[in-house]
């Protein structure tokens, strides 16, 4: 029993990171139709910023905030340089430059910081009193840090002018316009957020999976698996689901285990834990292909 | 004195086609003026070459100012508000979301407040909906939710895109009733494009009439109701 807790907790740590990333995924995606496969490696690149101001003998904290403005304002400027021209091409071309972007962020990090998997921090204390047993420090730390993260941006988008607008421009650009909305900044400002929010999970994630400039790549997986679950035009749904998939990979792995201890027979166990949680989440979809909480878009042709 | 809009040598396209040649008229502060023609004549691209929608050229000067080639959420800012064809609701967001988004630079101010209060009681039964979906409303709601929002942008000119499309006949009634007491009331000047033509001539002190992209006749309502090709043409009678 103790060890299911156990791994449903650390299920839900992944699941956060996840939830992050699908989320950046979704901001992204509600108001451009894209989908950033370079998400996850702005979020490395942002880590490694953190971790070199971390070198550099700033305090985690600082460098972790400082890494987060980093982040949203090279968002904010990747959006307005790189894709701004591109505003009518047509997808494969925005697609080559997501590719490119993800390339780049790469191929840079493992020129400045080598392709040397590094040890990253945590500023979580190594004890939690009272949970000690069942949830490492740095996985509720994480999960703390993330839901704080979360609930930050939905007061932003539900209950602000400005989230409002940011809503509107993604929603109905033209009308948005007419409103007098200046829907070009407000792309420009879901880039920035998209950035944050992935930084954060990157400098969570990092210290699990350890620094190096390929540690996003499953992750980005994971993350796309959960906002399509959840319904990739849904951002409540996308979190839902980014924690669904990091406690069901788990829960995989662990009647796996069940299973060999019990009648001694290996069908799953960690190596395939990932195949599996794929395979669910590709029933699901297909079974319901909005994800479970998406809306049903009819387009007119 | 200074027309509030004035637009010259109006050209407008899509693409390569030239929707709009050499569109010229003007409108006084205070006043209705309305947009007549059929189908495919060039008024809702009017509308749209006024705030930069379609590609433009010519003149448009609002309030004396040039205004062509400024951003359509510019020209908004300055006082112009377009109630588009189709209402352009939000459809997920609240009536209240709807509304507030039109005065998002300011915040949540007790003035904006006051400008809510002031639309309910042209349109009370917004207030009434005030936390449903706007995308659940009626027609004719929506219709009341595009003007409002308009609005609240506190503009001095308002283009109105067909506000009786698909509403059933007593609903535009109420509509126009309540357009001319924001005229009156709120001192808006506005610009009405209607296939209705009978309903706008009431309401509107001046017509231009538009055919195949080109200002064809123009006059007073009351001048242009009795012209015998407007008449047969457009009135039916």
Same mark, same amino acid.
């Given at each position: 029993m103790e060890q299911l807790i156990q791994q449903v907790a650390s299920g839900l740590a992944n699941g956060a990171i996840y939830a992050c990333v699908a989320l950046a995924l979704v901001? !992204?995606?509600? *108001?451009? =139709?894209?989908?950033?496969?370079?998400?996850g490696e702005m979020a490395m690149f942002s880590t490694y910023i953190s971790w070199q101001l971390i070198q550099w003998g700033l305090d985690y904290w600082i460098a972790f905030f400082a890494a987060v403005a980093i982040s949203f304002v090279a968002g904010v400027l990747i959006e307005r340089i790189v894709l701004r021209p591109l505003h009518t091409a047509p997808v494969l071309s925005i697609i080559v430059v997501f590719i490119g972007l993800l390339a780049i962020c790469n191929s840079v990090a493992g020129t400045v910081w080598s392709y040397l998997i590094k040890e990253y921090p945590t500023p979580f204390p190594k004890e939690v009193f009272g949970f000690s047993g069942l949830i490492g420090a740095h996985q509720l730390g994480v999960v703390v840090v993330t839901l704080l993260v979360l609930s930050l941006l939905f007061v932003f988008f539900r209950y602000t002018p400005l989230g409002l607008a940011m809503r509107a421009a993604a929603q109905n650009p033209v009308s948005a316009r007419l409103a007098g909305v200046r829907v070009d900044w407000m792309l420009a400002l879901g880039w920035g957020l998209a950035a944050a929010v992935g930084a954060v999970a990157g400098m969570m994630v990092a210290h699990i999976v350890y620094l190096d400039p390929n540690m996003m790549a499953g992750i980005l997986l994971y993350a796309f698996a959960g906002a399509l679950l959840g319904g990739i035009s849904s951002p409540g749904g996308a979190v839902l689901g980014g924690f669904m998939v990091g406690v069901l990979e788990n829960l995989v792995a662990y009647l796996g285990n069940a299973i060999e201890k019990g009648f001694g027979v290996y069908i799953i166990g960690n190596g395939e834990k990932l195949t599996v949680a794929l395979i669910i989440v590709i029933t699901v979809l297909t079974l319901k292909p909005s994800g479970l909480f998406g809306r049903v878009v009819v387009k007119r042709v | 004195m200074v027309a509030l809009l004035e637009v010259n040598g109006l050209r407008a396209f899509y693409g390569q086609t030239q929707a709009l040649y050499d569109v010229a008229f003007a409108l006084e502060q205070g006043g209705i003026t309305t947009?007549?023609?059929?189908?495919?004549?060039?008024k809702t691209t009017t509308l749209r070459? !006024?705030?930069n929608m379609v590609r433009t050229e010519g003149r448009v000067a609002f309030d004396g100012q040039p205004i062509t080639g400024r951003a359509t959420e510019s020209i908004v800012r300055l006082g112009v508000a377009h109630v588009p064809e189709g209402r352009g609701t939000f459809t997920t967001l609240t009536v209240e979301e709807n509304l507030r988004i039109a005065a998002y630079t300011r915040g949540? *101010?007790?003035e904006v407040k006051r400008d809510l209060d002031q639309v309910f009681e042209y349109f009370p039964r917004l207030r009434e909906r005030i936390q449903q979906q706007a995308g659940t409303l009626s027609g004719g709601e929506q219709q009341m939710l595009a003007v409002s929002r308009a609005l609240m942008l506190r503009p001095r000119l308002m283009?109105? =895109?067909e506000p009786s499309f698909g509403l059933a006949p007593l609903i535009v009634q109420e509509i126009f009733r309540i357009l001319r007491r924001i005229n009156e009331e709120s001192k808006v000047s506005m610009l009405l494009v209607e296939q209705n033509a009978a309903l706008a001539l009431d309401l509107a002190d001046h017509a231009y009439v538009l055919e195949t992209g080109r200002v064809v006749m123009a006059g007073p309502s009351s001048v242009v109701k009795n012209d015998e090709n407007i008449r047969k043409s457009y009135l039916g009678y």
């Open positions: 901001m !992204i995606f509600v *108001s451009t =139709d894209h989908i950033n496969f370079a998400q | 947009l007549l023609g059929a189908n495919g004549a060039g070459a !006024i705030c949540r *101010s007790a283009l109105l =895109d």
